[in-house]
């Protein structure tokens, strides 16, 4: 499992996908890195957290506001970039080239392809940490407030990834190419947040009970996505979580994530090629 993990991401990096991610990510660094500087006061006064030339506030309030913009403000981009990059790895697995070279061995299939689906998520958590860590180093170096909640931040976003990354996995194996892998995907993040507001957005519209019901299913049974960047957003404004905030959306997206992930795995063990 651990050598198709390997190969996986040096065959990302060997399409050159792996470097424009990483280097846009760079680029996010940088461009925060700009935006956001320290300054003191005049006459020796205390040290504040600017943000452009205009904002100014105390290091406490600052910077956890400042990296929960930031976190806010490329999550989006990075899921969709991911999904167009690392759906090939799963589905390029599938081709009949790869499995004349690869389920032909004696490595169990759900390794190979587990090792692939790993690869995937890793690229994800690469790309945040790459465009995250260098302004929460530098602010944590020079203000002294810590911003170790930016690590646990990751955690949550990668999962959130994996959940949405497991429907890629369950999508391509049907060996239909890789379009429906990342629309499917790309439709279970967009419905993330109206399903998380359905109560405001489709049910004022729509009065039938069966609908509501079935939208109530939905949401429990999908993805949080959209939930679980609040919970990251909590963590920055109080630096702890409260039961309350994470347990629903964090539990209920990993069971999603294990759940169709085991199904294409098991799927993948008895499909015949």
């Not at 069966?210 to 909590?234: F, M, Q």
């Amino acid at each position: 499992m651990f050598a198709t993990y390997w190969n996986s991401l040096d065959e990302a990096t060997s399409r050159r996908v792996a470097y424009v991610i990483f280097g846009l990510a760079l680029l996010v660094a940088v461009v925060f890195n700009m935006i956001v500087h320290t300054r003191r006061l005049p006459n020796s006064g205390p040290l504040v957290v600017a943000v452009g030339s205009l904002s100014f506030d105390a290091p406490a309030f600052a910077v956890p506001a400042v990296l929960n913009a930031e976190l806010r403000a490329t999550g989006s981009l990075w899921f969709m970039l991911v999904i167009f990059a690392a759906a090939p790895l799963l589905t390029a697995g599938l081709e009949k080239g790869w499995l004349d070279l690869t389920f032909s061995k004696g490595t169990p299939r759900w390794k190979i392809f587990l090792g692939r689906f790993l690869a995937g998520v890793t690229l994800y958590s690469l790309t945040v940490l790459v465009s995250t860590a260098p302004l929460a180093i530098r602010l944590w170096w020079v203000t002294g407030i810590p911003t170790w909640q930016l690590g646990i931040a990751l955690l949550i976003q990668s999962l959130s990834f994996a959940a949405v990354f497991s429907l890629c996995a369950l999508a391509a194996l049907p060996q239909k190419g890789v379009a429906l892998p990342i629309v499917g995907a790309v439709g279970l993040v967009i419905l993330s947040t109206p399903l998380a507001h359905r109560q405001e957005i489709f049910f004022q519209l729509i009065s039938s009970k069966t609908v509501h019901i079935a939208l109530d299913w939905a949401y429990r049974i999908l993805p949080k996505c959209s939930e679980l960047e609040n919970v990251g957003a909590a963590l920055f404004q109080t630096g702890h979580l409260a039961a309350s905030v994470w347990w629903w959306p964090v539990w209920s997206t990993a069971a999603f994530a294990l759940g169709t992930l085991g199904l294409s795995l098991w799927i993948l063990q008895r499909k015949s090629f």
